[in-house]
């Protein structure tokens, strides 16, 4: 798909979100050290290497800069440590549509992190992106609970469940 369906070309990609104890912004490659400290803290990558992860980071940071994606590292405030992260994917079949995923470390679930984050996000993409429309999904890395628990925090705000072929929305 190409850019300018993805997102409109003439609109400004936002950078940062500041929120109460943590920094929304684009993922690097330079966050490699930080995002893999991170991304181990879940189940699933436990045994992910630093060399895959850098790979990973610099595909992300091409599509972020390509605008054929936007991918997100959350930080806590002084940004040494990565708490999470945030993907805004194109949506199928829809015209400057983005279907968002975020996670944030298992540690954080317990102190209703994603439950603040998630509602700082919502408001972030609704009103600072210039996306016509955008779907929440939750995150499939995750075990059963974090994602009824996500899909919960959406129907808490009015999102419905769009049956789909491929993947579980809200929108």
Known sequence: MSALRFYPQDAAVPDRLEGDGFVVRPLT???????LDAMRSRPRFRELTFEDN??????HERE?????AFTYTVMNADETRCLGCMYIVPLTGRVHAGLVIFWVRPELVDRDFDVALFHALHAWLRDSFAFESVAWRPDKSEDDTTKRRQAAMFAAVGLRRVEDAVDEMYA
Do not use: P
Request: charged share 60%.
């Open 64 to 68: 972020h800069r390509d605008r054929e």
């Open 29 to 35: 490659v330079d966050d490699c050290a930080l995002d």
């Open 54 to 59: 850098r790979a990973d980071l610099e595909r």
